[in-house]
Antibody, heavy 115, light 108 residues
């Protein structure tokens, strides 16, 4: 069974940094592209970033380009999202997702950017 | 930026058919996927590659594609189908992923 467990969310001040992790199990992590998607309170899903299976290629939504960095450690079966220069509008539940036949999702971790 | 357009809401009575559309210029070139999301839960895939249904998803869920529009159809809607539904696809280059704004399905 595919399992994705996000962690690292919390309360951070504007301008601060946070690193999210997504621990994967139940599948061969190194074979799959992975994504981060966020959902602000009461709003829709917004794609944030993706990384290919070996970590050599990444892409980002314009809203986070230059501030967020996606990475992965295939030896640890873990996906990361380094978030810098955080803004109030980055407040959201952040989901990691496996790109297979459609996407499989974790349960999400809440990031709150507030002073 | 590339956008997928969905109606904000659809309402149907139990047993009726609900149709939720999703439109964008690149849809003839890129597959569309549909996700169901209930309050406080993660999204769940209900249709992939425009019209394929994952195992475990009831047969009343189906998908179709015509030109720049894809449609999620739920036949014989049940109360448990009340949820937000999102279409998802990619831009024409396949580089950027995008979600529609979501459609709230209300079962009257």
């Amino acid at each position: 069974e595919v399992q994705l467990v996000e962690s690292g969310g919390g309360l951070v001040q504007p301008g601060g940094s946070l690193r999210l992790s997504c621990a994967a199990s139940g599948f061969t992590f190194s074979s799959y592209w992975m994504h981060w998607v966020r959902q602000a309170p009461g709003k829709g899903l917004v794609w944030v970033s993706r990384i290919n299976s070996d970590g050599s290629s990444t892409s980002y939504a314009d809203s986070v380009k230059g501030r967020f960095t996606i990475s992965r450690d295939n030896a640890k079966n873990t996906l990361y999202l380094q978030m810098n220069s955080l803004r109030a509008e980055d407040t959201a539940v952040y989901y990691c997702a496996r790109d297979g036949v459609g996407w499989d999702w974790g349960q999400g971790t809440l990031v709150t950017v507030s002073s | 930026s590339y956008e997928l357009t969905q109606p904000p809401s659809v309402s149907v009575s139990p047993g009726q058919t609900a149709r939720i559309t999703c439109s964008a210029d690149a849809l003839p070139k890129q597959y569309a996927y549909w996700y169901q999301q209930k309050p406080g839960q993660a999204p769940v895939l209900v249709i992939y590659k425009d019209s394929e249904r994952p195992s475990g998803i009831p047969e009343r869920f189906s998908g179709s594609s015509s030109g720049t529009t894809v449609t999620l159809t739920i036949s014989g809607v049940q109360a448990e189908d009340e949820a937000d539904y999102y279409c998802q696809s990619a831009d024409s280059s396949g580089t950027y992923q995008v979600f529609g704004g979501g459609t709230k399905l209300t079962v009257l």
